[in-house]
């Protein structure tokens, strides 16, 4: 009987680069191309597949960011309308658990374009956004396991996070530009993706499928494939955890805290005194109220985190999720 959580573990980083890429996939399950494209489209209607795409390594290309705001609750609605009316966001959600409770990640082409989004938000909200850039990631994105059993630290994880190491920013021509704007959207569920995306990059498929791979063997693009939505497929808590860390010790500290099962991703951020004092990142997903307790309670049985400064911050709502967008705003396929 066909599984198609073993599709999608497969898909999740190894979709391939040539011009009938779904044919293939379903070659592999014994699938005719119409069921695997026919599957895909159900999902991503559902909401279950935000796309088939690209998870770029943060600040390869372009320059993107953590933020957080301080927000009453009568004025939520309203703030989270105008933070994601803004296309420089790619993700908000409500966490319980501190007084900063409004968590969104911006990006921008660079840096400069990115403090303007963050001042046009502090101007228009009244309160400027704490902003946390990456500092150093100890686990990154991976995937989500749909193996029954199995952690977010599954048998295909793509990396270790002790030797995680983080790509040499490429320099970017504007063909590089149009590429990484034609890939925010997704994939085509056609059969033809990559003429597709060629098209509208201005490039030869050839070219586009050759730049694509340059980008997944450097690291440039952490991640190539199907981006699941963790909520659908069972991963129904999302939590932050965050502690202050003796800077002299953080590393070490985050290197350990990311092999914990059901840490999706841990970095180093830098703190914002006095209103923000925590250095040490760690994100869970888990899928039942017991594996979250038994991930804190790991995380509370190391020394070096045992009497932290900590705070647990549950996400209680999902306003927007999608991927970060980079480039200028281009026509749909």
């Given amino acids: 009987m066909f599984d198609e959580n073993k599709l999608y573990q497969r898909i999740q980083h190894d979709f391939p680069l040539h011009a009938r890429p779904y044919l293939s996939t379903g070659e592999a399950f014994d699938l005719a191309e119409h069921t695997v494209l026919s599957l895909l489209a159900r999902d991503v209607g559902s909401g279950r597949i935000s ?52 968590w969104f990640v911006a990006g921008a082409r660079d840096q400069v374009l990115l403090d303007e989004v963050l001042n046009r938000i502090g101007a228009d909200v009244g309160q ?111 939590v932050m955890c965050v502690w202050n860390v003796p800077d002299n010790r953080v590393d070490s500290v985050g290197v350990r805290l990311a092999q914990v099962p059901y840490v999706t991703m841990c970095f180093r951020r830098p703190r914002r005194l006095p209103t ?3 250095n040490l990142f760690a994100m869970v997903h888990a899928r039942s109220e017991q594996e979250l307790a038994t991930t804190l309670a790991r995380f509370h049985a190391m020394d070096d985190l045992a009497h932290a400064p900590s705070a647990v911050l549950r996400a209680s709502h999902c306003y927007k999720q999608r991927g970060t967008h980079y480039g200028s705003v281009m026509p749909e396929f």
């Fill in 51 to 102: 796309r088939i795409g690209a998870v770029f390594a943060p600040n390869t290309i372009g320059a993107s960011t953590v933020a957080a705001l301080n927000i009453p609750v009568a004025r939520l609605e309203r703030v989270v309308e105008r933070i994601n009316d803004d296309p420089a966001i790619s993700q908000s959600h409500v966490r319980d658990g501190h007084r900063f409770n409004l």
């Fill in 128 to 238: 400027r956004p704490i902003d946390l850039p990456l500092e150093r990631e100890y686990r990154a994105d991976l995937g989500l396991p749909l193996a029954p059993g199995h952690g977010c630290h599954g048998p295909d994880a793509l990396d270790k996070p002790s030797s995680l190491k983080h790509p040499v920013r490429p320099a970017l021509d504007e063909a590089d530009w149009r590429l990484a704007a034609a890939l925010e959207v997704g994939l085509p569920l056609t059969p033809h993706p990559y003429h597709a995306l060629a098209r509208r990059s201005g490039l030869s498929l050839p070219e586009t499928l050759r730049r694509l791979t340059a980008w997944r063997q450097s690291g440039v693009i952490r991640r190539f494939g199907a981006i699941l939505r963790h909520r659908h497929f069972g991963y129904t808590h999302n």
């Fill in 276 to 278: 923000w004092q925590y």
